[in-house]
Protein backbone atom coordinates (compact mmCIF):
# COMPACT_ATOMS: atom_id res chain seq x y z
CA UNK A 1 0.00 0.00 0.00
CA UNK A 2 1.64 3.47 -1.24
CA UNK A 3 1.05 6.28 1.55
CA UNK A 4 0.83 9.41 -0.33
CA UNK A 5 3.86 11.32 0.07
CA UNK A 6 3.25 14.95 2.04
CA UNK A 7 0.49 13.73 4.08
CA UNK A 8 1.68 13.25 8.25
CA UNK A 9 -0.45 11.17 10.75
CA UNK A 10 -4.02 13.35 11.62
CA UNK A 11 -4.09 14.52 14.65
CA UNK A 12 -7.76 15.11 15.41
CA UNK A 13 -9.41 16.57 18.18
CA UNK A 14 -13.16 16.52 18.59
CA UNK A 15 -12.33 19.94 20.70
CA UNK A 16 -9.98 21.97 18.22
CA UNK A 17 -11.16 25.04 17.00
CA UNK A 18 -10.04 26.72 14.14
CA UNK A 19 -10.58 28.81 10.87
CA UNK A 20 -8.33 27.43 8.51
CA UNK A 21 -7.76 23.32 7.71
CA UNK A 22 -5.82 20.38 7.31
CA UNK A 23 -7.84 16.83 6.35
CA UNK A 24 -9.37 13.68 8.62
CA UNK A 25 -9.22 10.70 8.21
CA UNK A 26 -10.80 7.90 5.77
CA UNK A 27 -13.66 5.89 6.49
CA UNK A 28 -14.48 2.37 5.42
CA UNK A 29 -16.10 2.40 1.52
CA UNK A 30 -19.13 1.20 2.51
CA UNK A 31 -20.00 4.29 4.66
CA UNK A 32 -19.81 6.37 1.60
CA UNK A 33 -23.91 6.89 1.53
CA UNK A 34 -23.65 8.49 4.86
CA UNK A 35 -23.60 11.88 5.12
CA UNK A 36 -20.40 14.06 5.79
CA UNK A 37 -21.59 15.55 9.23
CA UNK A 38 -22.48 11.82 10.07
CA UNK A 39 -18.44 10.39 8.84
CA UNK A 40 -17.38 13.26 11.72
CA UNK A 41 -18.94 12.09 14.37
CA UNK A 42 -16.87 12.06 17.53
CA UNK A 43 -16.88 7.94 17.46
CA UNK A 44 -16.11 8.22 13.15
CA UNK A 45 -13.21 10.42 13.53
CA UNK A 46 -9.69 8.38 14.20
CA UNK A 47 -7.76 9.03 17.09
CA UNK A 48 -4.29 10.70 16.80
CA UNK A 49 -1.96 7.29 17.48
CA UNK A 50 -4.02 4.87 14.54
CA UNK A 51 -2.18 5.21 11.18
CA UNK A 52 -3.94 6.30 8.54
CA UNK A 53 -2.98 4.92 4.97
CA UNK A 54 -4.64 6.56 1.99
CA UNK A 55 -6.80 4.21 -0.60
CA UNK A 56 -4.27 1.94 -2.85
CA UNK A 57 -6.23 4.25 -5.62
CA UNK A 58 -4.01 7.13 -5.29
CA UNK A 59 -0.92 6.97 -6.82
CA UNK A 60 0.19 10.63 -6.39
CA UNK A 61 0.13 13.91 -5.43
CA UNK A 62 -1.21 14.80 -8.75
CA UNK A 63 -3.98 11.99 -8.53
CA UNK A 64 -4.83 13.64 -5.11
CA UNK A 65 -4.79 16.80 -5.78
CA UNK A 66 -7.03 16.40 -8.89
CA UNK A 67 -9.33 14.42 -6.78
CA UNK A 68 -9.61 16.91 -4.28
CA UNK A 69 -9.81 19.73 -6.72
CA UNK A 70 -13.02 17.94 -8.84
CA UNK A 71 -14.75 17.50 -5.15
CA UNK A 72 -14.49 20.96 -4.46
CA UNK A 73 -15.07 22.47 -7.88
CA UNK A 74 -18.64 19.76 -7.41
CA UNK A 75 -19.87 20.58 -4.24
CA UNK A 76 -19.41 16.91 -3.41
CA UNK A 77 -18.08 17.36 -0.22
CA UNK A 78 -19.17 13.69 1.24
CA UNK A 79 -16.99 12.27 -1.35
CA UNK A 80 -13.88 13.70 0.78
CA UNK A 81 -15.34 11.79 3.83
CA UNK A 82 -13.23 8.85 2.91
CA UNK A 83 -9.65 10.97 1.77
CA UNK A 84 -10.07 14.14 3.98
CA UNK A 85 -6.71 13.11 6.44
CA UNK A 86 -4.08 15.27 7.66
CA UNK A 87 -3.35 17.14 5.03
CA UNK A 88 -0.04 19.04 4.75
CA UNK A 89 0.56 22.73 4.52
CA UNK A 90 2.40 22.13 1.48
CA UNK A 91 -0.23 20.35 -0.12
CA UNK A 92 -2.68 22.55 0.82
CA UNK A 93 -0.61 25.29 -1.08
CA UNK A 94 -0.68 23.17 -4.10
CA UNK A 95 -4.44 22.67 -4.22
CA UNK A 96 -5.32 26.48 -3.44
CA UNK A 97 -2.96 27.48 -6.28
CA UNK A 98 -4.92 25.00 -8.85
CA UNK A 99 -8.19 26.91 -7.71
CA UNK A 100 -6.71 30.37 -7.91
CA UNK A 101 -8.69 30.81 -10.97
CA UNK A 102 -11.48 30.03 -9.34
CA UNK A 103 -12.48 31.85 -6.54
CA UNK A 104 -15.63 30.98 -5.54
CA UNK A 105 -14.53 27.03 -5.52
CA UNK A 106 -11.45 28.40 -3.18
CA UNK A 107 -13.98 30.88 -1.12
CA UNK A 108 -16.77 27.62 -0.62
CA UNK A 109 -13.69 25.16 0.51
CA UNK A 110 -12.61 27.95 3.29
CA UNK A 111 -16.02 28.38 4.26
CA UNK A 112 -16.12 24.41 4.94
CA UNK A 113 -13.47 24.42 6.14
CA UNK A 114 -15.02 26.77 9.09
CA UNK A 115 -18.17 24.89 9.57
CA UNK A 116 -19.15 23.28 12.09
CA UNK A 117 -18.85 19.60 10.75
CA UNK A 118 -15.32 20.45 9.88
CA UNK A 119 -14.67 22.13 13.23
CA UNK A 120 -13.10 18.96 14.50
CA UNK A 121 -10.41 18.58 12.15
CA UNK A 122 -6.73 19.80 11.99
CA UNK A 123 -7.10 21.65 9.24
CA UNK A 124 -4.20 24.69 8.92
CA UNK A 125 -3.43 27.18 6.85
CA UNK A 126 0.42 28.55 7.06
CA UNK A 127 0.98 31.99 5.86
CA UNK A 128 1.97 30.91 2.86
CA UNK A 129 -1.18 29.12 2.09
CA UNK A 130 -3.63 32.05 3.37
CA UNK A 131 -1.84 34.32 1.24
CA UNK A 132 -2.34 32.14 -1.60
CA UNK A 133 -5.93 32.16 -1.18
CA UNK A 134 -6.25 36.04 -0.70
CA UNK A 135 -4.85 36.01 -4.20
CA UNK A 136 -7.79 34.06 -5.76
CA UNK A 137 -10.32 35.47 -3.21
CA UNK A 138 -9.22 39.02 -4.02
CA UNK A 139 -10.61 38.11 -7.91
CA UNK A 140 -14.18 38.45 -6.29
CA UNK A 141 -16.37 41.54 -6.71
CA UNK A 142 -16.90 41.65 -3.00
CA UNK A 143 -13.52 42.13 -1.31
CA UNK A 144 -14.71 41.26 2.30
CA UNK A 145 -13.61 37.56 2.31
CA UNK A 146 -10.60 38.92 1.29
CA UNK A 147 -9.99 41.51 3.75
CA UNK A 148 -11.02 38.65 6.32
CA UNK A 149 -8.41 36.14 5.44
CA UNK A 150 -5.75 39.19 5.68
CA UNK A 151 -6.71 39.84 9.37
CA UNK A 152 -6.12 36.53 10.29
CA UNK A 153 -2.67 36.68 8.50
CA UNK A 154 -1.85 39.80 10.24
CA UNK A 155 -1.30 37.23 13.57
CA UNK A 156 2.27 37.87 11.73
CA UNK A 157 3.93 40.92 11.09
CA UNK A 158 2.49 43.22 8.46
CA UNK A 159 5.97 43.03 6.71
CA UNK A 160 5.78 38.91 6.93
CA UNK A 161 2.37 39.01 5.58
CA UNK A 162 3.81 41.57 2.30
CA UNK A 163 6.27 39.30 2.03
CA UNK A 164 4.81 36.17 1.51
CA UNK A 165 2.10 37.69 -0.73
CA UNK A 166 4.73 38.77 -2.69
CA UNK A 167 6.45 35.24 -2.54
CA UNK A 168 3.02 33.78 -3.67
CA UNK A 169 2.38 36.66 -6.49
CA UNK A 170 3.67 34.73 -9.58
CA UNK A 171 2.01 31.55 -9.07
CA UNK A 172 -1.05 32.95 -8.19
CA UNK A 173 -1.45 35.25 -11.58
CA UNK A 174 -2.37 38.01 -8.65
CA UNK A 175 -3.01 41.71 -9.31
CA UNK A 176 -1.15 44.46 -7.24
CA UNK A 177 -4.58 45.62 -5.89
CA UNK A 178 -3.60 42.82 -3.07
CA UNK A 179 -1.05 44.89 -1.59
CA UNK A 180 -3.97 47.74 -1.39
CA UNK A 181 -6.17 45.32 0.46
CA UNK A 182 -3.25 44.19 2.89
CA UNK A 183 -2.90 47.97 3.70
CA UNK A 184 -6.46 48.39 4.26
CA UNK A 185 -7.15 45.20 6.45
CA UNK A 186 -4.08 47.20 8.73
CA UNK A 187 -6.28 49.94 9.02
CA UNK A 188 -9.29 48.04 9.72
CA UNK A 189 -7.48 46.06 12.28
CA UNK A 190 -6.09 49.45 13.93
CA UNK A 191 -2.53 48.19 13.36
CA UNK A 192 -0.99 51.99 12.92
CA UNK A 193 2.47 50.50 12.78
CA UNK A 194 1.88 47.32 10.29
CA UNK A 195 -0.25 49.36 8.29
CA UNK A 196 2.96 52.16 8.14
CA UNK A 197 5.15 48.84 7.35
CA UNK A 198 2.99 47.89 4.39
CA UNK A 199 2.99 51.14 2.83
CA UNK A 200 7.12 52.02 3.08
CA UNK A 201 6.97 48.17 1.83
CA UNK A 202 5.28 49.14 -1.39
CA UNK A 203 7.17 52.14 -1.58
CA UNK A 204 10.51 50.34 -1.65
CA UNK A 205 9.04 48.21 -4.22
CA UNK A 206 7.76 50.35 -6.30
CA UNK A 207 4.59 49.43 -5.86
CA UNK A 208 2.40 52.52 -6.34
CA UNK A 209 -0.72 51.94 -3.13
CA UNK A 210 -3.79 53.41 -4.41
CA UNK A 211 -5.78 56.20 -3.14
CA UNK A 212 -8.38 54.72 -1.27
CA UNK A 213 -5.45 52.30 0.88
CA UNK A 214 -4.02 55.85 1.27
CA UNK A 215 -7.05 57.27 2.24
CA UNK A 216 -7.43 54.30 5.24
CA UNK A 217 -4.15 55.02 6.38
CA UNK A 218 -4.28 58.57 6.70
CA UNK A 219 -8.02 58.23 8.61
CA UNK A 220 -6.12 55.66 10.90
CA UNK A 221 -3.53 57.92 11.76
CA UNK A 222 -5.55 61.07 12.37
CA UNK A 223 -8.12 58.52 14.45
CA UNK A 224 -4.95 57.38 16.84
CA UNK A 225 -3.86 61.10 16.95
CA UNK A 226 -0.66 60.29 14.97
CA UNK A 227 -0.65 63.67 13.04
CA UNK A 228 2.84 64.38 12.80
CA UNK A 229 2.96 60.86 11.42
CA UNK A 230 -0.45 61.93 8.63
CA UNK A 231 1.75 64.82 7.40
CA UNK A 232 4.70 62.61 6.37
CA UNK A 233 3.06 59.67 4.74
CA UNK A 234 0.18 62.72 3.05
CA UNK A 235 4.10 64.14 1.69
CA UNK A 236 5.28 60.79 0.57
CA UNK A 237 1.95 60.61 -1.68
CA UNK A 238 2.74 63.96 -3.12
CA UNK A 239 5.94 62.55 -4.39
CA UNK A 240 4.59 59.12 -5.04
CA UNK A 241 2.23 61.50 -7.33
CA UNK A 242 -1.27 59.82 -5.46
CA UNK A 243 -3.79 62.15 -6.41
CA UNK A 244 -5.77 63.07 -3.64
CA UNK A 245 -9.46 62.35 -3.46
CA UNK A 246 -12.19 64.57 -1.48
CA UNK A 247 -11.75 61.83 1.08
CA UNK A 248 -8.10 62.77 1.57
CA UNK A 249 -8.62 66.39 1.75
CA UNK A 250 -11.24 65.96 4.29
CA UNK A 251 -8.80 63.83 6.32
CA UNK A 252 -6.22 66.08 6.19
CA UNK A 253 -8.74 68.97 7.38
CA UNK A 254 -9.44 66.54 10.32
CA UNK A 255 -6.19 66.33 11.17
CA UNK A 256 -5.48 70.23 11.05
CA UNK A 257 -8.52 70.36 13.78
CA UNK A 258 -6.91 67.88 15.45
CA UNK A 259 -4.20 69.77 15.94
CA UNK A 260 -5.71 72.93 16.96
CA UNK A 261 -4.90 74.64 13.67
CA UNK A 262 -8.54 76.26 12.53
CA UNK A 263 -7.22 79.25 10.38
CA UNK A 264 -5.02 76.56 8.12
CA UNK A 265 -8.05 74.14 8.38
CA UNK A 266 -9.70 77.02 6.65
CA UNK A 267 -7.19 77.93 4.06
CA UNK A 268 -7.08 74.21 3.29
CA UNK A 269 -10.70 74.62 2.30
CA UNK A 270 -9.45 77.13 -0.52
CA UNK A 271 -7.31 74.91 -1.51
CA UNK A 272 -9.61 72.49 -2.70
CA UNK A 273 -10.61 74.50 -5.05
CA UNK A 274 -7.06 74.42 -6.91
CA UNK A 275 -7.34 71.09 -7.30
CA UNK A 276 -11.03 71.00 -9.06
CA UNK A 277 -12.66 69.68 -5.73
CA UNK A 278 -15.98 71.34 -3.88
CA UNK A 279 -16.14 71.19 -0.40
CA UNK A 280 -19.13 68.84 0.93
CA UNK A 281 -21.00 68.73 4.09
CA UNK A 282 -18.47 66.68 5.58
CA UNK A 283 -15.85 69.10 4.75
CA UNK A 284 -17.85 71.42 6.51
CA UNK A 285 -19.16 70.06 9.15
CA UNK A 286 -15.50 68.57 10.09
CA UNK A 287 -14.17 73.02 10.01
CA UNK A 288 -17.84 73.27 12.53
CA UNK A 289 -16.79 71.03 14.83
CA UNK A 290 -13.55 71.28 15.58
CA UNK A 291 -14.75 75.11 15.88
CA UNK A 292 -17.29 74.08 18.25
CA UNK A 293 -14.97 71.98 20.49
CA UNK A 294 -12.37 74.93 21.28
CA UNK A 295 -15.40 77.00 22.23
CA UNK A 296 -15.22 79.65 19.20
CA UNK A 297 -19.21 79.05 18.10
CA UNK A 298 -18.88 82.43 16.29
CA UNK A 299 -16.52 81.24 13.11
CA UNK A 300 -18.97 78.34 13.42
CA UNK A 301 -21.24 80.40 12.63
CA UNK A 302 -20.02 82.01 10.19
CA UNK A 303 -18.92 78.94 8.18
CA UNK A 304 -22.57 77.15 8.70
CA UNK A 305 -24.16 80.24 6.49
CA UNK A 306 -20.85 80.00 4.05
CA UNK A 307 -21.97 76.78 3.34
CA UNK A 308 -25.68 77.71 3.33
CA UNK A 309 -24.17 80.28 0.73
CA UNK A 310 -22.93 77.58 -1.50
CA UNK A 311 -25.84 75.20 -2.07
CA UNK A 312 -24.56 72.75 0.80
CA UNK A 313 -27.30 71.19 2.68
CA UNK A 314 -26.73 70.88 6.58
CA UNK A 315 -27.15 67.29 7.56
CA UNK A 316 -28.13 66.33 11.27
CA UNK A 317 -23.81 66.02 12.13
CA UNK A 318 -24.28 70.05 11.18
CA UNK A 319 -26.46 70.92 13.59
CA UNK A 320 -26.01 68.49 16.50
CA UNK A 321 -22.25 70.18 16.70
CA UNK A 322 -24.05 73.75 16.97
CA UNK A 323 -25.98 72.84 19.22
CA UNK A 324 -23.59 70.92 21.39
CA UNK A 325 -21.14 74.41 20.72
CA UNK A 326 -23.69 77.12 21.50
CA UNK A 327 -25.15 74.92 24.78
CA UNK A 328 -21.05 74.49 26.25
CA UNK A 329 -20.64 77.94 26.04
CA UNK A 330 -24.00 78.86 28.03
CA UNK A 331 -25.76 80.02 24.63
CA UNK A 332 -28.46 77.64 25.28
CA UNK A 333 -31.30 79.43 24.27
CA UNK A 334 -29.43 79.75 20.98
CA UNK A 335 -29.26 75.58 20.64
CA UNK A 336 -32.48 75.69 21.37
CA UNK A 337 -33.31 77.98 18.53
CA UNK A 338 -30.53 75.74 15.94
CA UNK A 339 -32.58 72.45 17.04
CA UNK A 340 -36.01 74.08 16.13
CA UNK A 341 -34.50 75.11 12.76
CA UNK A 342 -33.04 71.42 12.60
CA UNK A 343 -36.90 70.30 12.65
CA UNK A 344 -37.81 73.12 10.54
CA UNK A 345 -35.45 72.30 8.00
CA UNK A 346 -36.87 68.76 7.17
CA UNK A 347 -33.59 67.14 9.26
CA UNK A 348 -35.23 64.57 12.11
CA UNK A 349 -33.29 65.23 15.53
CA UNK A 350 -32.07 62.08 16.61
CA UNK A 351 -30.64 61.03 20.38
CA UNK A 352 -27.61 63.13 19.85
CA UNK A 353 -29.45 66.13 19.56
CA UNK A 354 -31.63 65.54 22.43
CA UNK A 355 -29.13 64.49 25.11
CA UNK A 356 -26.98 67.94 24.27
CA UNK A 357 -29.94 69.97 25.09
CA UNK A 358 -30.46 67.48 28.47
CA UNK A 359 -27.01 67.70 29.04
CA UNK A 360 -26.98 71.88 28.46
CA UNK A 361 -30.51 72.40 30.94
CA UNK A 362 -28.98 70.15 33.50
CA UNK A 363 -25.65 72.19 33.46
CA UNK A 364 -27.96 75.05 33.88
CA UNK A 365 -30.08 73.28 36.85
CA UNK A 366 -33.48 73.58 34.94
CA UNK A 367 -34.12 69.85 35.79
CA UNK A 368 -37.29 70.09 34.64
CA UNK A 369 -36.91 71.28 30.97
CA UNK A 370 -34.38 68.68 30.68
CA UNK A 371 -37.04 66.25 32.13
CA UNK A 372 -38.97 67.43 29.53
CA UNK A 373 -36.91 67.03 26.65
CA UNK A 374 -36.42 63.50 27.68
CA UNK A 375 -40.22 62.77 27.96
CA UNK A 376 -40.43 64.16 24.58
CA UNK A 377 -37.62 62.05 23.26
CA UNK A 378 -40.42 58.72 24.70
CA UNK A 379 -43.04 60.14 23.05
CA UNK A 380 -41.62 60.11 19.87
CA UNK A 381 -40.14 56.84 20.29
CA UNK A 382 -35.98 58.11 20.12
CA UNK A 383 -34.52 55.52 22.49
CA UNK A 384 -32.34 57.11 25.39
CA UNK A 385 -28.96 55.98 25.44
CA UNK A 386 -26.39 56.20 28.91
CA UNK A 387 -25.56 59.70 27.69
CA UNK A 388 -29.48 60.62 28.12
CA UNK A 389 -29.64 59.54 31.75
CA UNK A 390 -25.61 60.56 32.79
CA UNK A 391 -26.76 64.69 33.31
CA UNK A 392 -30.00 63.51 34.93
CA UNK A 393 -28.46 61.64 37.35
CA UNK A 394 -25.86 64.29 38.17
CA UNK A 395 -28.23 66.84 38.26
CA UNK A 396 -30.56 65.02 40.79
CA UNK A 397 -27.53 64.30 42.99
CA UNK A 398 -26.74 67.91 42.58
CA UNK A 399 -30.11 69.06 44.10
CA UNK A 400 -29.92 66.26 46.95
CA UNK A 401 -32.68 64.11 45.33
CA UNK A 402 -30.81 60.50 45.72
CA UNK A 403 -34.32 58.36 45.49
CA UNK A 404 -35.01 60.33 42.38
CA UNK A 405 -31.79 59.40 41.00
CA UNK A 406 -32.09 55.64 41.75
CA UNK A 407 -35.37 55.55 40.42
CA UNK A 408 -33.40 56.41 36.78
CA UNK A 409 -30.88 53.76 37.46
CA UNK A 410 -33.82 51.60 37.72
CA UNK A 411 -34.95 52.67 34.69
CA UNK A 412 -31.95 52.36 33.36
CA UNK A 413 -31.93 48.92 33.99
CA UNK A 414 -35.38 48.34 32.75
CA UNK A 415 -34.23 49.36 29.52
CA UNK A 416 -31.30 47.10 29.28
CA UNK A 417 -28.85 50.07 29.06
CA UNK A 418 -25.68 49.47 31.58
CA UNK A 419 -24.12 52.05 33.58
CA UNK A 420 -20.66 53.25 32.10
CA UNK A 421 -17.76 54.65 34.06
CA UNK A 422 -19.02 57.92 33.61
CA UNK A 423 -21.99 56.98 35.30
CA UNK A 424 -20.24 55.11 38.49
CA UNK A 425 -18.20 58.17 38.18
CA UNK A 426 -21.36 60.67 38.60
CA UNK A 427 -22.75 58.17 41.51
CA UNK A 428 -19.11 57.59 43.24
CA UNK A 429 -18.40 61.51 42.83
CA UNK A 430 -22.13 62.05 44.41
CA UNK A 431 -21.88 59.69 47.38
CA UNK A 432 -18.68 61.03 48.33
CA UNK A 433 -20.06 64.67 48.64
CA UNK A 434 -22.79 63.15 50.66
CA UNK A 435 -20.83 61.79 52.91
CA UNK A 436 -21.29 58.09 52.48
CA UNK A 437 -18.06 56.95 51.86
CA UNK A 438 -19.34 53.42 52.16
CA UNK A 439 -21.17 53.44 50.03
CA UNK A 440 -18.63 54.89 47.33
CA UNK A 441 -16.41 52.68 47.22
CA UNK A 442 -19.18 49.90 47.34
CA UNK A 443 -19.49 51.18 44.02
CA UNK A 444 -15.65 51.13 43.00
CA UNK A 445 -15.86 47.22 43.82
CA UNK A 446 -18.89 46.74 41.56
CA UNK A 447 -17.01 48.57 38.62
CA UNK A 448 -14.27 46.44 38.66
CA UNK A 449 -16.36 43.42 39.06
CA UNK A 450 -18.10 44.29 36.00
CA UNK A 451 -14.75 44.75 34.17
CA UNK A 452 -15.15 48.60 34.05
CA UNK A 453 -12.17 50.49 34.33
CA UNK A 454 -11.68 53.11 36.60
CA UNK A 455 -10.60 56.79 35.49
CA UNK A 456 -8.75 59.30 36.48
CA UNK A 457 -12.19 60.81 38.27
CA UNK A 458 -13.01 57.63 40.02
CA UNK A 459 -9.84 57.84 41.76
CA UNK A 460 -10.14 61.77 42.70
CA UNK A 461 -13.26 61.04 44.15
CA UNK A 462 -11.86 58.34 46.32
CA UNK A 463 -8.95 60.16 47.44
CA UNK A 464 -11.10 63.17 48.54
CA UNK A 465 -13.16 61.44 50.62
CA UNK A 466 -10.09 59.21 52.15
CA UNK A 467 -8.46 62.76 52.54
CA UNK A 468 -11.47 64.63 54.25
CA UNK A 469 -11.55 61.90 56.62
CA UNK A 470 -8.40 62.39 57.88
CA UNK A 471 -7.39 59.00 55.73
CA UNK A 472 -3.58 60.18 54.00
CA UNK A 473 -2.31 57.02 53.57
CA UNK A 474 -4.92 55.27 52.66
CA UNK A 475 -5.71 57.95 49.92
CA UNK A 476 -1.98 57.95 48.76
CA UNK A 477 -2.23 54.00 48.36
CA UNK A 478 -5.27 54.82 45.74
CA UNK A 479 -3.22 57.46 44.30
CA UNK A 480 -0.25 54.69 44.11
CA UNK A 481 -2.49 52.23 42.62
CA UNK A 482 -3.85 54.57 39.93
CA UNK A 483 -0.59 54.47 38.63
CA UNK A 484 0.10 51.13 38.80
CA UNK A 485 -3.10 50.60 37.16
CA UNK A 486 -2.10 52.70 33.96
CA UNK A 487 -4.17 56.36 35.03
CA UNK A 488 -1.99 58.82 33.83
CA UNK A 489 -3.35 61.28 37.33
CA UNK A 490 -4.72 65.01 36.20
CA UNK A 491 -4.27 67.77 38.01
CA UNK A 492 -7.99 67.59 40.03
CA UNK A 493 -6.51 64.18 41.16
CA UNK A 494 -3.25 65.52 42.69
CA UNK A 495 -5.09 68.45 44.31
CA UNK A 496 -7.35 66.42 45.88
CA UNK A 497 -3.99 64.52 47.23
CA UNK A 498 -2.45 68.01 48.26
CA UNK A 499 -5.06 68.63 49.94
CA UNK A 500 -4.78 65.89 52.47
CA UNK A 501 -1.62 66.57 53.38
CA UNK A 502 -1.65 70.41 53.92
CA UNK A 503 -4.63 68.96 55.75
CA UNK A 504 -2.01 67.07 57.85
CA UNK A 505 0.90 69.58 58.09
CA UNK A 506 2.59 67.86 55.56
CA UNK A 507 3.22 70.84 54.07
CA UNK A 508 6.89 68.84 52.44
CA UNK A 509 4.78 66.07 50.61
CA UNK A 510 2.64 68.77 49.36
CA UNK A 511 5.08 70.56 47.55
CA UNK A 512 6.61 67.37 46.21
CA UNK A 513 3.70 66.96 44.90
CA UNK A 514 3.56 70.51 43.23
CA UNK A 515 6.98 69.76 41.70
CA UNK A 516 6.17 66.14 40.76
CA UNK A 517 3.08 67.99 38.91
CA UNK A 518 5.19 69.45 36.69
CA UNK A 519 8.04 66.66 35.97
CA UNK A 520 4.77 65.27 34.74
CA UNK A 521 4.25 68.22 32.68
CA UNK A 522 0.50 69.66 34.43
CA UNK A 523 0.10 72.67 34.84
CA UNK A 524 -0.80 73.67 38.75
CA UNK A 525 -4.41 75.70 38.47
CA UNK A 526 -5.62 78.17 40.97
CA UNK A 527 -6.88 75.04 43.43
CA UNK A 528 -3.65 74.40 43.80
CA UNK A 529 -1.98 77.38 45.36
CA UNK A 530 -4.98 78.42 47.01
CA UNK A 531 -4.94 74.42 48.83
CA UNK A 532 -0.96 75.26 49.11
CA UNK A 533 -1.65 78.70 51.17
CA UNK A 534 -4.86 77.44 52.68
CA UNK A 535 -2.08 74.63 54.43
CA UNK A 536 0.56 77.09 55.00
CA UNK A 537 -1.61 79.40 56.91
CA UNK A 538 -2.97 76.53 58.92
CA UNK A 539 0.11 76.34 60.13
CA UNK A 540 0.99 80.26 60.74
CA UNK A 541 3.24 80.32 57.70
CA UNK A 542 1.48 83.37 56.26
CA UNK A 543 4.59 85.10 54.56
CA UNK A 544 5.33 82.00 52.92
CA UNK A 545 1.92 81.73 51.41
CA UNK A 546 2.12 85.16 50.19
CA UNK A 547 4.83 84.51 48.54
CA UNK A 548 2.61 81.88 45.79
CA UNK A 549 0.90 85.21 44.93
CA UNK A 550 3.60 85.76 42.80
CA UNK A 551 4.59 82.70 41.95
CA UNK A 552 0.98 82.18 40.25
CA UNK A 553 1.34 85.24 38.70
CA UNK A 554 4.48 83.85 36.79
CA UNK A 555 2.56 81.18 35.46
CA UNK A 556 -0.09 83.27 34.15
CA UNK A 557 -2.32 82.49 36.90
CA UNK A 558 -4.87 84.56 38.29
CA UNK A 559 -5.18 85.04 42.26
CA UNK A 560 -9.07 84.98 42.79
CA UNK A 561 -11.39 85.64 46.02
CA UNK A 562 -10.06 82.44 47.87
CA UNK A 563 -6.62 83.33 47.70
CA UNK A 564 -7.12 86.46 49.43
CA UNK A 565 -9.06 85.32 51.43
CA UNK A 566 -6.59 82.71 52.43
CA UNK A 567 -3.83 85.04 53.35
CA UNK A 568 -6.27 87.72 55.19
CA UNK A 569 -7.45 84.75 57.41
CA UNK A 570 -4.34 83.50 58.04
CA UNK A 571 -2.43 87.23 59.06
CA UNK A 572 -5.99 88.08 61.03
CA UNK A 573 -5.55 85.31 63.42
CA UNK A 574 -1.88 85.85 64.06
CA UNK A 575 -3.07 89.32 65.02
CA UNK A 576 -0.95 90.88 62.20
CA UNK A 577 -3.78 93.16 60.72
CA UNK A 578 -1.83 96.06 58.94
CA UNK A 579 -0.52 92.70 56.47
CA UNK A 580 -4.18 91.80 56.09
CA UNK A 581 -5.40 95.05 55.27
CA UNK A 582 -2.70 95.41 52.60
CA UNK A 583 -3.84 91.93 51.23
CA UNK A 584 -7.44 93.35 51.12
CA UNK A 585 -6.25 96.47 49.27
CA UNK A 586 -4.30 94.47 47.34
CA UNK A 587 -7.77 92.33 46.67
CA UNK A 588 -9.87 95.78 45.87
CA UNK A 589 -7.30 96.96 43.62
CA UNK A 590 -7.69 93.97 41.19
CA UNK A 591 -11.24 93.92 40.87
CA UNK A 592 -12.53 91.84 44.02
CA UNK A 593 -15.24 92.98 46.20
CA UNK A 594 -14.89 91.89 49.81
CA UNK A 595 -17.34 88.59 50.80
CA UNK A 596 -19.01 87.49 54.25
CA UNK A 597 -15.16 85.38 54.67
CA UNK A 598 -13.40 88.90 54.16
CA UNK A 599 -14.89 90.77 56.84
CA UNK A 600 -15.46 88.08 59.62
CA UNK A 601 -11.77 87.48 58.87
CA UNK A 602 -11.15 91.48 59.37
CA UNK A 603 -13.45 91.55 62.01
CA UNK A 604 -12.44 88.77 63.78
CA UNK A 605 -8.22 89.91 63.73
CA UNK A 606 -9.82 93.44 65.23
CA UNK A 607 -11.39 92.35 67.88
CA UNK A 608 -8.87 89.89 68.65
CA UNK A 609 -6.23 92.93 68.84
CA UNK A 610 -9.01 94.65 70.94
CA UNK A 611 -9.80 97.24 67.86
CA UNK A 612 -13.49 97.58 68.01
CA UNK A 613 -13.86 100.76 67.23
CA UNK A 614 -12.49 100.16 63.98
CA UNK A 615 -14.07 96.27 63.86
CA UNK A 616 -17.91 98.43 64.12
CA UNK A 617 -16.75 100.68 60.82
CA UNK A 618 -16.45 97.40 59.27
CA UNK A 619 -19.73 96.05 60.61
CA UNK A 620 -21.51 98.91 59.42
CA UNK A 621 -19.65 98.89 55.94
CA UNK A 622 -20.77 95.09 55.21
CA UNK A 623 -23.92 95.80 55.92
CA UNK A 624 -24.53 98.56 53.99
CA UNK A 625 -22.82 96.47 51.26
CA UNK A 626 -26.10 94.28 51.36
CA UNK A 627 -23.50 91.66 53.31
CA UNK A 628 -25.47 89.78 56.10
CA UNK A 629 -23.59 89.42 59.28
CA UNK A 630 -23.92 85.62 60.43
CA UNK A 631 -23.28 84.29 63.83
CA UNK A 632 -19.38 83.95 63.21
CA UNK A 633 -19.58 88.01 63.14
CA UNK A 634 -21.32 88.85 66.25
CA UNK A 635 -19.17 86.17 68.01
CA UNK A 636 -16.28 88.10 67.08
CA UNK A 637 -18.13 91.38 68.09
CA UNK A 638 -18.90 90.17 71.26
CA UNK A 639 -15.40 88.88 72.10
CA UNK A 640 -13.89 92.22 71.05
CA UNK A 641 -15.90 94.22 72.79
CA UNK A 642 -14.11 95.13 76.65
CA UNK A 643 -17.30 95.41 79.20
CA UNK A 644 -21.20 94.51 79.36
CA UNK A 645 -21.38 98.68 79.36
CA UNK A 646 -20.34 98.47 75.91
CA UNK A 647 -22.54 95.42 74.78
CA UNK A 648 -25.25 97.98 76.21
CA UNK A 649 -24.27 100.87 74.38
CA UNK A 650 -23.73 99.19 70.77
CA UNK A 651 -26.70 99.71 68.26
CA UNK A 652 -25.34 97.17 65.74
CA UNK A 653 -25.72 94.30 68.25
Known amino acids: MKVLRGLQRPRISATSAFSSSSFSCSAPSSMGAQSFETLLSEENIPGPSKECPFPERFHGEDQFLQLMENSIVGNRWHEMAEFVSGVTPSLLNQLLVRLGDRPNAVLGFLERLESPAWSRLRIRLDLRSLCVAVHAVSRLKNLEPALKLLRKALSSSGRSVFESLEETFDESGSTKKVYDLLLKACCLAGKVDEALEVFYSMKDRGIIPGIDACNNLLSLLSKKKRTETAWVVYAEMFRLKITSS ?99 GGTVPGVVAYNTLIDGYCNKGDLKTALNY ?41 RGIPPDSVTYNILINGYCKEGNSAKAFDLHSEMLSKEIQPTAVTYTSLIYALCKQRKVNDAEHFFQQALLGGISPDVAMINALIDGYAAEGNMERAFFLLKDMERKKLSPDEVTYNTLMRGLCRFGKVDEARSLLDEMRSKDLTPDYISYNTLISGYSKKGEMADAFGVHEEMLSRGFNPTLLTYNALIHGLCKTKDGNKAEELLKEMVSKGITPDDNTYLSMMEGLSSVKDLENNENL
Request: glycine content about 6%.
Open 246 to 344: IITFNVMINVLCKEGKMKKARRFLLHMADYGFKPTVVTYNTIIHGYCTRGKVVQALELFDSMKEKGVRPDSFTYNSLISGLSRVGRLQEAVEFFRKMVD
Open 374 to 414: RNEMNEKGIEPTVCTYNPLIHELFMEGKIDDANALLEEMKE
